[in-house]
């Protein structure tokens, strides 16, 4: 048990289908994250929210629309997607956010494959 | 600025012998360090941290980690290999800036060998 529960673990999606990744953590922490996980390609910081305010998008496709309802929910919504944008999914959490010294908190992520 | 190197994509090593994973980092502020270890489909695993306090780190399942400041590494060790740590492992470095920057390495995928 991680702290930081992700779910669907899988999802297969067309590229017409609209579909949301949610994210819930139950450490306490006020800052929480998406990344990208690709094969064979550094992870990619998508979005960050601290304290459910927006504070980072990573030039991220409009095809992503993140929600932060509160610290402890996050919910990364998809529409439209390309065959490109499966990879796994990953989200964090971390205490103190901003401060730098704080570690990060992964979910198990959610394998995403667009046909 | 921020970066993060890590030496090796691959290594392998025989069970029971001395692991090393290698991690060089370049930050503009007092850094923080973690390694983290990733299994198949699973989510990233916090193996152990450097936030300015003690040079050597020890963390989970028998790793350790020394921030040599000189040196700017930051090297993952472990004495004695076991089949169960055959994964990726990333070193992660991000300094009090405040801008949530964690700048991940590239991965290290240890194989372990029977």
């Known amino acids: 048990e991680t702290g930081v529960t992700q779910t669907p673990r899988h999802l297969v999606m067309g590229m017409t289908n609209k579909k949301s990744l949610k994210c819930e953590q139950h450490?306490?922490?006020?800052?929480m994250y998406w990344y990208k996980q690709s094969a064979k390609k550094p992870l990619e910081l998508m979005f960050v929210?601290?304290?459910?305010?927006?504070?980072e998008n990573n030039s991220v496709p409009s095809r992503f629309s993140p929600e932060c309802p509160n610290s402890s929910h996050l919910f990364l919504h998809l529409h439209t997607l390309q065959p490109e944008d499966s990879a796994l999914y990953l989200c964090?959490?971390?205490?103190?956010?901003?401060?730098?010294?704080?570690?990060?908190?992964f979910g198990n992520g959610t394998r995403l494959t667009v046909t | 600025a921020q970066s993060v190197t890590q030496l090796d994509s691959h290594v392998s090593v025989s069970e029971g012998t001395p692991v090393l994973l290698r991690c060089n980092y370049s930050?503009?502020?007092?850094?923080?360090l973690f390694w983290y270890v990733q299994h198949p489909n699973k989510g990233l695993q916090l193996l152990l941290k450097?936030?300015?306090?003690?040079?050597l780190v020890k963390g989970i399942n028998g790793f350790e980690a020394e921030f040599k400041k000189s040196e700017t590494s930051f090297h993952l060790t472990k004495p004695s290999a076991h089949m169960s740590d055959a994964a990726e492992y990333f070193c992660?470095?991000?300094?009090?800036?405040?801008?949530?920057?964690?700048?991940f390495g590239t991965g290290t995928r240890l194989k372990v060998l029977a």
């Open positions: 450490l306490g922490h006020n800052a």
């Open positions: 450097y936030t300015s306090a003690a040079t």
């Open positions: 964090a959490s971390s205490q103190d956010g901003g401060r730098g010294n704080s570690p990060l908190h």
């Open positions: 930050s503009s502020y007092s850094p923080s």
């Open positions: 929210y601290n304290f459910k305010e927006q504070t």
């Open positions: 992660v470095v991000s300094d009090s800036s405040g801008t949530y920057k964690y700048i």
